[in-house]
């Protein structure tokens, strides 16, 4: 089946310092990748849609400064957390498709302390 | 604009037991409508869709445009199958955007 990867899978940063989170189809070429942010006991939140060379489309309410999408293959899209703040900290989690369902990578924890 | 309601947070079933769980939504168009499963610890998995019309662990879910409803259901629930369980919607003029229900946690008691 698809496989989607997410590296890392955990990390803990200061406040102020940037994080970024790789997001990878491993065994596909994804078109489209998605981010999102789930807290704790809650669904999933859709953060951005990002498509292969074209910028990525941001929700509303979600700063796109903030959290920077680079979708530069097929393969990999990266999210930027710039100067993270305790509030930032979540758990992030990408998506791959080229059509139909999406698949999931396992996620990234980020404490921001 | 897409909605997706799942209207129970907890689920709580004995084994063997049959189990449904609720799904509804809104959009004007011709949606596409999934399950996704999250086990403890685990990423979140495709379980089924609907265009598939196939029984994925013994689950089936069938898309009443009527009622505008998916509901998820097993005739005999397996310990197994305590998870949380998220209904989406793909619209078909979203270019594969996800809307997600906000979870049912299924627990199978033994």
């Known amino acids: 089946g698809a496989v989607v990867s997410q590296h890392p899978s955990r990390v803990i940063c200061k406040s102020g310092t940037s994080v970024k989170i790789e997001c990878r189809s491993l065994?596909?070429?994804?078109?489209?990748m998605f981010w999102y942010r789930q807290f704790p006991k809650q669904s999933l939140m859709l953060m951005a849609t990002?498509?292969?060379?074209?910028?990525?489309?941001?929700e509303q309410g979600v700063e796109k400064d903030k959290f920077l999408i680079n979708h530069a293959s097929l393969t990999l899209s990266t999210l930027t957390v710039t100067s993270a703040h305790p509030e930032d900290s979540s758990f992030y989690i990408c998506?791959?498709?080229?059509?139909?369902?999406?698949?999931f990578g396992p996620g990234t924890r980020l404490l921001v302390l | 604009a897409q909605r997706v309601t799942q209207p129970e947070k907890l689920l709580s079933v004995f084994k063997g037991a049959p189990v449904e769980l609720k799904c509804n939504y809104s959009y004007s168009g011709s949606p596409e409508l999934f399950w996704y499963v999250q086990y403890s610890r685990q990423r979140l998995q495709l379980l089924l869709r609907h265009i598939s019309r196939e029984s994925i662990k013994g689950f089936t879910a069938d898309l009443n445009k009527g009622e505008t409803s998916f509901h998820l259901k097993k005739p005999f629930a397996q310990e197994e199958d305590s998870a949380m369980y998220y209904c989406?919607?793909?619209?078909?003029?979203?270019?594969?955007?996800?809307?997600f229900g906000g979870g049912t946690r299924l627990m199978v008691k033994p």
């Open positions: 065994d596909f070429q994804a078109t489209t």
């Open positions: 990002s498509n292969e060379g074209s910028k990525a489309t941001y």
């Open positions: 989406a919607l793909s619209g078909d003029n979203a270019g594969n955007m996800l809307t």
């Open positions: 998506s791959a498709t080229t059509s139909g369902p999406q698949y």
